[in-house]
Structures are given as structure tokens and as C-alpha cells.
């Protein structure tokens, strides 16, 4: 494969952060555009939609595979793609990802399955040569992130996530002002993923649909019944499968947020969530209400806010915040002085990132051969997911306590108090909590970035968290072995 100039300017806005973009930068020729690339992708539903529409509107890449475990999915989808090839190329509907990644004439894969699956297939496509595009988040668990690092460090393959934000290069300038110093030392980055959602109710164990391949569904997930809310998008509210909105939507949030502190930074030292499943009493385990907070080595911290319910007056939230050691304070893109509600638009050079979006930087990566110009690569994904990892078994590790503002133990972190109690009020007067309820508060859990292990109190339990269990011939390999 030729090589690109990698890294040069990319003409896009900022996405909804209301940024004045200024600077000037060279655009390099792109060698090699005529190069096919043939991919396959994984998962047709939802988001697989957006892959696929995607690709085709990339030059000279053509869909070689469509891969899902439902068959009704997959011949719709597979008639659908080839009516708009229009005789440019010919794909294949296979139910069984294996099938595909053993065509030696297959470039990439792209991966848009329910979370569980997300890993395994970017081990599999790394042991057989083939680039990977993987949805957020990269990994269902702590464990099979750090495989999926390894699994490309060793192949060599590109691994792009599928963290849209990273191709912004609005943002990119914005993060390389902040920790660059423009506005002081960056003290709280927060990340908000605050989008209506509603419940899904029960739905008793049945036998599955004939059309679904429910051994291939599930996959490496040790899941005995299945019921209708597991397919085809509420398995995202179930541990085995999903990880809440914190790692699903709020995945780019999170790693929006892990983007700004300082570059050395890995995982954080210590995590813990509080929250709860409010108004909706159904059978989803994952919780609908969170403030989590992270804190990193340098003293940093993460926050993070979920609210998905929904209510007259409900304020939608799929943002970030900068917050600065001084009091200053980054929100929607106007930074506002410590003590101040009188703030001046950010104005910032566009940052360093490969052209193209999401889409068109993942092909340049693969035609170049060249993981590192990945507009969010292996290393970041596993950074961004690990903290929503931790954030999230903190909550899985918690104790029930009265619904009031007191609930949240933050010690002498006002910071995370007062946001605490912000989230607390909406929910208590805006969606209108009643007393009686619960929140589900988590321990503080300290963990070590260079081990990615567990320390101190609550350790045994939360390691025992950091790895699924996998069905037999689904399993996850060993990092050593990999």
C-alpha cells in the first residue's frame, strides 16, 4: 500500500461548540486514492446503517461482507447495498464474522455489534491481518481492552474507534490550547450524556426468533435465555451485553473528556459512581441516573453526569465542560472568568488530526498502512473506555441509600459535591423523585494505570469485575498469547 501525508489540515467546523477557528495550515497531496479497499461490516442494525452508508460514500471502497446473525437483517441489507453498488462490486451476506476473516482478499472489517462483541472480533481481525473499525465502546470489560492493545501492537493493524469527535479538528485545537496552558492548569474536565430515553418494560424468556442465529448473537456472552429485550438495541441496558448510556452514547463524551487532561495521562487512580433506574420500573440493570467522578495521577479529575429520563422543561446535555484551577470555566464554547457570568467566545488553531472525518481518516490510515493516523487509535480507545469501566463497577459494587442530597460521599471534594447536588436537584424537582426512592452509591475504588489492577479496599470484588466470563469457543485470549 502507498503512503499519505498524514496529519494535515482538516476543513471542518466545530462540532456544536460554538468555536471560532482560526490559523492557516498546508494540505499535502494524498497518494494512492485509487487504491481499493474492500471491507466488511459487522452488525447491521442501527449504527451498522451509518457504517455502511459510510463506506459507500467513500472513493474506491467497496463492501465485500455484510455480517449478521439475523437472516431477515441480512437479506434486506445485503439486497439493499447491492442495488446501491450498482454493479461496482459484488458483497456477500454471511451470519458468521469468521467466515469473513478468513477471505486473504479482505483489507478491513467494521465493526458495529452489540458491545459484547466488540473486542473479540478486533482480536480476530488483528490475528488475521485485517484493519479495524470498532464502535464505541472498544471494550465490554477492562481485560479484553488491554488485549485488543495488544492484538495491534503485535499485527500492526490499524484500530480507528469509533469516537467521531476525534476527527474534529475544532476540538483538537481546543484540548492542545488547554494543555498548553491558555486558560491555567485544567483542574475538571466534565463530560455530560443527558439524552431522553424511556423503559423498555419485561420481556419473558422465550425461545428466539427463527430468523436469529442466537448462538452467534450472543456470542462470548454467558447468557442462558433469551428474551425480546435483548435484540435488537435493549441490550445495551444489560451487563452482559451492554454498559449503560456512560459507555454508550457517553463514551464520546468520556473520551472528550480524557482527551483534554494532560498527554501523560493513562488511567485514573481512583473512581466511584452513584446513581439509579428512576421512573421507568422495568428490567434494565443499567442505570438511567449517574454523577461519576475519576480522579488521574497529576490530580486531575473526570466527571460525569447521566440523566436519561425525560420531563417537561427536560434541558438535553450531550456536551462537555472545562473547568480551571483558577475558577475559570469552559461552557459551550465561551470561556467565563472566575466569578464571572460575562464570558468571550473561544478562539483557538484548528488542532492535529488525519483529514477525512471519521470515515475517510480510517481509509487513509489503511491505504498508508499506518495505525498512528488513526483520529482516535487503539491506545486512546482503551483510555476512554477503561474510565467508563471503572466508573461503571463502582456502581455495580454499590450499597442502596435514601434519595437525598447527602447521598453522594465525596469526603472534602466540594467540586463533586456541588455537582452532585446539582444532578440531585433535577432530579428531585424536575423529574420529580419521591423521597422514598434509592440511590445505588458506589465505592471510592483505587486502581493501578500500570497493572490495571485493582488496590486496596474493594479490590477482590472490583478485579473480579474487570473480566467477563466467556462462552466456550467465544473466549477471549490471553494478552501473552495473543
Not at 17 to 42: P, Q
Not at 79 to 90: C, D, P, W
Not at 229 to 245: L, Q, R, V
Request: aromatic share 10%; charged share 25%; proline share 4%.
Amino acid at each position: 500500500m502507498t503512503l499519505v501525508n498524514r496529519r494535515t489540515f482538516l476543513q471542518s467546523t466545530a462540532a456544536g461548540a460554538g468555536l471560532i477557528l482560526t490559523g492557516t495550515a498546508a494540505s499535502g497531496a494524498v497518494d494512492g486514492a485509487n487504491d481499493r479497499v474492500r471491507i466488511a461490516v459487522a452488525g447491521l442494525n442501527g449504527r451498522g446503517k451509518s457504517h455502511i452508508s459510510g463506506w459507500l460514500g467513500q472513493d474506491n471502497v467497496e463492501i465485500a461482507y455484510l455480517i449478521d446473525p439475523d437472516e431477515k437483517v441480512l437479506a434486506r441489507t445485503v439486497k439493499s447495498v447491492q442495488e446501491k453498488a450498482n454493479g461496482k462490486f459484488k458483497v456477500k451476506g454471511v451470519r458468521d464474522v469468521r467466515e469473513a476473516l478468513d477471505d486473504p482478499n479482505l483489507d478491513a472489517i467494521s465493526v458495529a455489534t452489540p458491545n459484547h462483541w466488540h473486542s473479540l472480533i478486533t482480536i480476530w481481525a488483528a490475528q488475521a491481518g485485517k484493519h479495524v473499525y470498532v464502535e464505541k465502546p472498544m471494550s465490554h470489560d477492562v481485560v479484553e481492552g488491554r488485549v485488543a492493545v495488544e492484538a495491534q501492537k503485535k499485527y500492526g493493524v490499524v484500530i480507528q474507534h469509533g469516537t467521531q469527535r476525534r476527527s474534529d479538528s475544532g476540538i483538537a485545537g481546543l484540548h492542545e490550547a488547554i494543555q498548553a496552558g491558555k486558560w491555567g492548569k485544567l483542574k475538571i474536565s466534565y463530560g455530560y450524556c443527558c439524552k431522553p430515553r424511556g423503559g423498555i418494560g419485561f420481556d419473558k424468556a422465550s425461545s428466539p426468533p427463527e430468523n436469529l442465529d442466537w448462538n452467534l448473537w450472543r456470542g462470548p456472552a454467558v447468557i442462558d435465555e433469551y428474551h425480546a429485550n435483548y435484540h435488537p438495541y435493549d441490550w445495551h441496558w444489560f451487563w452482559k451485553t451492554g454498559n449503560g448510556d456512560l459507555n454508550n452514547q457517553g463514551t464520546h463524551q468520556l473520551d472528550v473528556a480524557r482527551w483534554a487532561i494532560d498527554k501523560d495521562q493513562t488511567h485514573p487512580v481512583r473512581a466511584m459512581a452513584l446513581g439509579g433506574r428512576f421512573q421507568w420500573g422495568d428490567q434494565g440493570e443499567t442505570p438511567n441516573t449517574m454523577f461519576a467522578m475519576a480522579e488521574y495521577p497529576n490530580g486531575q479529575f473526570v466527571y460525569f453526569n447521566v440523566r436519561n429520563v425525560n420531563y417537561k422543561g427536560y434541558e438535553h446535555q450531550v456536551e462537555n465542560e472545562y473547568y480551571f484551577e483558577d475558577g475559570g470555566r469552559i461552557v459551550r464554547g465561551v470561556y467565563y472568568p472566575k466569578g464571572s457570568d460575562k464570558g468571550e467566545k473561544v478562539k483557538v488553531d484548528r488542532g492535529d488530526v488525519t483529514p477525512g472525518g471519521n470515515w475517510g481518516s480510517f481509509i487513509a490510515a489503511v491505504r498508508a498502512n499506518d495505525p498512528n493516523m488513526a483520529n482516535g487509535n487503539v491506545h486512546d480507545a482503551h483510555y476512554a473506555c477503561v474510565l467508563g469501566h471503572l466508573m461503571n463497577n463502582s456502581y455495580r459494587l454499590g450499597e442502596e441509600v435514601p434519595f437525598n442530597a447527602k447521598a453522594g460521599q465525596f469526603g472534602d471534594n466540594k467540586d463533586a459535591a456541588e455537582h452532585f447536588g446539582r444532578l440531585h436537584d433535577i432530579m428531585s424537582k424536575g423529574v420529580g423523585v419521591k423521597d422514598s426512592e434509592k440511590y445505588t452509591v458506589g465505592p471510592m475504588l483505587s486502581f493501578d494505570p500500570e497493572t490495571e489492577r485493582h488496590t486496596g479496599d474493594h479490590a477482590e470484588a472490583a478485579n473480579a469485575l474487570l473480566k467477563d466470563p466467556n462462552r466456550k469457543g467465544f473466549e477471549i485470549p490471553d494478552a501473552a498469547k495473543v
